[in-house]
T-cell receptor, first 112, second 109 residues
Framework: EAQVTQNPRYLITVTGKKLTVTCSQN?????MSWYRQDPGLGLRQIYY???????DKGDVPEGYKVSRKEKRNFPLILESPSPNQTSLYFC???????????FGQGTRLTVV | GQQLNQSPQSMFIQEGEDVSMNCTSS?????WLWYKQDPGEGPVLLIA?????ELTSNGRLTAQFGITRKDSFLNISASIPSDVGIYFC?????????FGAGTTVTVRA
């Protein structure tokens, strides 16, 4: 089954404690991206990757890092989480940014 | 980042009604996409538009890619209860995919 898998689905953490949210896709897609969803603001792109070892900032990259060492995986790293990073995070993949993006189930992150 | 203005922000529907929502931008896009998000799920693609002026239907849904490439609309005809959810427009150019803030559709009691 074609899917994008994010883990964990829910996470509560404390300020400053490094965390990683994993994302994996099984569709051989080249384009992957991370979004955060906040009430009234819709989906805002954090980082995107056009292919392996090619990543670039989206609209709200501050406080986040990503890596794309393999085509299928695109982890999101918060080196020192802060409360303003409390949000719902989605990973998505597609053949290109112009074609249908398949989204993961989301990760609800709370930073206290 | 690129700003997409999506309206209305929310709407109430009654079963059988036609509903419309639209997105405008100051930027030109090569692609417009419309997604729907159900509670607790990620967005799912409804319609993709690749050419200025293009009008595309998917069942009861119809969407158009504006001639100026700066706007798009989505119509839902004869709405049914399962149409409730959040609808997002998204515009893509050479480098980025940007989403609107969403239109929340709720059933009118």
């Amino acid at each position: 089954e074609a899917q994008v898998t994010q883990n964990p689905r829910y996470l509560i953490t404390v300020t400053g404690k490094k965390l990683t949210v994993t994302c994996s896709q099984n569709m051989n897609h080249e384009y992957m991206s991370w979004y955060r969803q906040d009430p009234g603001l819709g989906l805002r792109q954090i980082y995107y990757s056009m292919n392996v070892e090619v990543t670039d900032k989206g609209d709200v990259p501050e406080g986040y890092k990503v890596s794309r060492k393999e085509k299928r995986n695109f982890p999101l790293i918060l080196e020192s989480p802060s409360p303003n990073q409390t949000s719902l995070y989605f990973c998505a993949s597609s053949f290109t940014m112009h074609t249908e993006a398949f989204f993961g189930q989301g990760t609800r992150l709370t930073v206290v | 980042g690129q700003q997409l203005n999506q309206s209305p922000q929310s709407m109430f529907i009654q079963e059988g009604e036609d509903v419309s929502m639209n997105c405008t931008s100051s930027s030109i896009f090569n692609t417009w996409l419309w997604y729907k998000q159900d509670p607790g799920e990620g967005p799912v693609l409804l319609i993709a538009l690749y050419k200025a002026g293009e009008l595309t239907s998917n069942g009861r849904l119809t969407a158009q890619f504006g001639i100026t490439r700066k706007d798009s609309f989505l119509n839902i005809s004869a709405s049914i209860p399962s149409d409730v959810g959040i609808y997002f427009c998204a515009g893509a150019n050479d480098y980025k995919l940007s989403f609107g803030a969403g239109t929340t559709v709720t059933v009118r009691a």
